[in-house]
């Protein structure tokens, strides 16, 4: 069942994505961002790096995790193409990915993102199945 789809909003995009646990919510969600900011189709799997963030709950934590993710893409300019793994512990979660640096010929830019925001968010579990909603300021 893991996935996402994106949204429609009057003034922000955002996703609502999908997953069988929360730490894969996480790594659906972050697929998700990527796919908004940017083509990820021809991602090559190279360099590892590990993403950290913290938060009170899981909905301050993924909103993190995304703006970590977002970090990445532009501060450093470094593009995720593969989760091996995320964990939760606590207050933080923590993601190990593979991926490379982002090159706008390979990796097409399609929206500016500035920012996951807590507009609107939704986070849960429900039937065993793990929804996020999230939009995103662009």
């Known amino acids: 069942m893991p996935g996402y789809e994106i949204l429609a909003h009057t003034a922000d995009t955002?996703?609502?994505?999908?997953a069988d646990t929360l730490e894969q919510l996480f790594i659906q969600a972050a697929h998700a961002l990527v796919e908004v900011a940017?083509?990820?189709?021809d991602v090559v799997a190279f360099e590892p790096?590990?993403?950290?963030?913290?938060?009170a709950d899981d909905g301050e934590r993924l909103v993190n995790?995304?703006?970590?993710?977002?970090?990445?893409?532009?501060?450093?300019?470094?593009?995720?193409?593969r989760f091996?793994?995320?964990?939760?512990?606590?207050?933080?979660?923590?993601?190990?990915?593979?991926?490379e640096a982002r090159d706008d010929a390979r990796?097409?830019?399609r929206m500016v993102v500035k920012a996951?925001?807590?507009?609107?968010?939704?986070i849960g579990e429900q039937n065993g199945v793990w929804e996020a909603e999230v939009y995103l300021d662009i």
Request: aromatic residues 12%.
């Open 116 to 122: 996951a925001t807590y507009h609107q968010l939704r």
């Open 84 to 99: 091996e793994g995320v964990w939760i512990e606590g207050e933080t979660v923590v993601g190990r990915v593979l991926g």
């Open 65 to 81: 995790w995304l703006n970590e993710v977002l970090y990445l893409l532009d501060g450093d300019r470094w593009v995720p193409a």
């Open 14 to 18: 955002g996703f609502r994505a999908y």
């Open 107 to 109: 990796h097409p830019p």
């Open 38 to 41: 940017l083509d990820p189709q």
């Open 49 to 55: 790096r590990e993403i950290t963030a913290i938060g």
